[in-house]
């Protein structure tokens, strides 16, 4: 089940995100769903065009299917998809 606390463990293809605090300022803002996920990067899609940002310089906010927002720095995320998926305890992989 996805929340607040196991967020950084699921798959975020698909999640409504935005971009709220940023050391490049063009990136602030940034919001849409994410289509696309690599180590380094999530792509997000904003309307017909999508963007690519860079993780490791921005903090994102989350939108739950719940109706929660999780705000999490993109340092966390910084990992293969499928390996920061099975990296944290409590994962049914494990």
């Known amino acids: 089940m996805l929340t607040t606390e196991t967020l950084p463990r699921h798959e975020l293809i698909g999640l409504r995100v935005q971009v709220v605090e940023s050391c490049d300022p063009t990136l602030l803002g940034c919001e849409g769903d994410i289509v696309m996920e690599t180590m380094h990067t999530l792509t ?16 994102f906010e989350f939108a739950l299917p719940d109706g929660d927002y999780v705000t999490v720095d993109g340092e966390r995320l910084i990992a293969r998809p499928a390996r920061r998926t099975e990296r944290t305890r409590g994962s049914q992989w494990q």
């Not at 997000?44 to 903090?59: F, L, N, Y």
């Open 44 to 59: 997000i899609s904003e309307g017909s065009r999508a963007r690519q940002v860079p993780k490791g310089v921005v903090t």
